[in-house]
């Protein structure tokens, strides 16, 4: 068991690039439905509910906590609440979903309701109050947020293909919101922030520099926290990620190494925690051996854990990574 004070300030230490110790090790996901206690509260509230109840927040964000000792928290929340700063109601129904559907006419009207998301920086203040480990916020990068805003990637083609300036308007007016958001979580308290554009992969290369990446450095640089940034094979654009660099399993981490001095996080595939347990070990281990003394690495998974995850092999992998020498 690493020092108290150590695992107090591993993350931020692995985001300064001073990290001397083992890697810290967090899960994408790391609270939500592969967790019984998690599933047991959900049978009594709705997703909204514990999205918007800062107790139920504060609550659910520390059970892997409790049961794992990972090095940081991840605020209970989801990428999506955000619409409701822009004056959608949001509820979930096999993903998130928004009402009423978005128009083109809509994108110029949107306004931002700056209070609609207070329950969660009460969340935060809670969160802070109970935990000893770094906290991470997050957010959605405005592309793949919108891509739920307009309910799937076909209607998001098809407002990209046939109207790309209202698009953009309607990713300004998202962003507008978002770096409000961000900025609202740091003073709320989180360490760090975590900033999701999970679809962004979907994106040629000069789409993604138009709808992608000037947001999230916009987002980036908005801030005096440090922030991460995921998305699925994200390895094209190592170079260019303004910030700390989450690699899914389809990403090398030792060749990202070689092309950035960034912080990097990764990338064990969520479908290994299926295996037996000496597949985990090992797998777990090669990532480590790739990573050795490495002071900017963040031990995680590739994605985010799936819900019929076996805890047996989260422990395992907990494990190994704090025993690594
Ligand atoms: O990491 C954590 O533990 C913090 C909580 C968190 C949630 N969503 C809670 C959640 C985080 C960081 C997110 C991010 C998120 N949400 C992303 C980006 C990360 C990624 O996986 O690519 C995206 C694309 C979403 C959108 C979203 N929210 C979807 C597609 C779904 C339904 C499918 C699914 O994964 O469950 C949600 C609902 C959601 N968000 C749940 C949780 C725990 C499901 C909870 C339930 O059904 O009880």
């Known amino acids: 068991m690493p020092h108290a004070l150590e695992q107090r300030t ?4 692995a985001l300064s690039g001073a990290n001397q110790g083992p890697p810290p090790i967090w899960f994408m996901r790391q609270a939500g439905r592969y967790l019984p206690e998690y599933r047991a509260l959900r049978e009594k509230y709705s997703l909204h509910d514990l999205f918007f109840t800062p107790e139920l927040a504060a609550q659910i964000t520390r059970m892997p906590l409790d049961r794992f000792h990972f090095d940081a928290a991840i605020l209970f929340s ?7 700063m822009l004056g959608f109601s949001l509820f979930f129904a096999e993903g998130p979903k928004v009402a009423p559907a978005m128009t083109l006419e809509r994108v110029d009207v949107l306004s931002i309701d700056e209070e609609a998301l207070n329950p969660i920086f009460e969340a935060i ?4 109050s109970d935990i000893t480990v770094p906290l991470l916020g997050f957010c959605g990068a405005p592309f793949t947020v919108a891509s739920y805003l307009l309910g799937g990637m076909e209607n998001t083609r098809l407002w990209m293909k046939h109207h790309p300036d209202v698009f953009f308007r309607f990713l300004q007016v998202i962003q507008k919101a978002t770096l409000i958001y961000t900025k609202k979580q740091e003073e709320a308290g989180v360490d760090a922030l975590q900033i999701f554009d999970s679809w962004a992969n979907l994106l040629t290369v000069e789409e993604f520099e138009r709808f992608s990446l000037p947001f999230v450095k916009e987002l980036s640089e908005s801030l005096s926290i440090p922030t991460l940034f995921f998305m699925r094979n994200g390895s094209p654009y190592i170079e260019k990620i303004p910030c700390a660099i989450s690699l899914d399993e389809n990403g090398s981490l030792l060749q990202a190494r070689q092309r ?4 990097l996080q990764g990338n064990l595939g969520p479908d290994v925690l299926f295996e037996p347990l000496s597949i985990v070990k090992q797998k777990t281990t090669e990532i480590l051996e790739e990573m050795r003394k490495d002071p900017a690495f963040i031990f995680n998974l590739g994605h985010g854990i799936k819900p019929q995850t076996p805890l047996d092999a989260v422990y395992c992998v907990v494990d190994v990574v704090k025993n690594f020498l």
């Open 260 to 263: 950035t001095k960034k912080p």
């Open 125 to 128: 203040h809670l969160i802070q």
């Open 78 to 84: 989801d990428i999506t609440v955000v619409a409701k």
């Open 10 to 13: 591993s993350l931020l230490q």
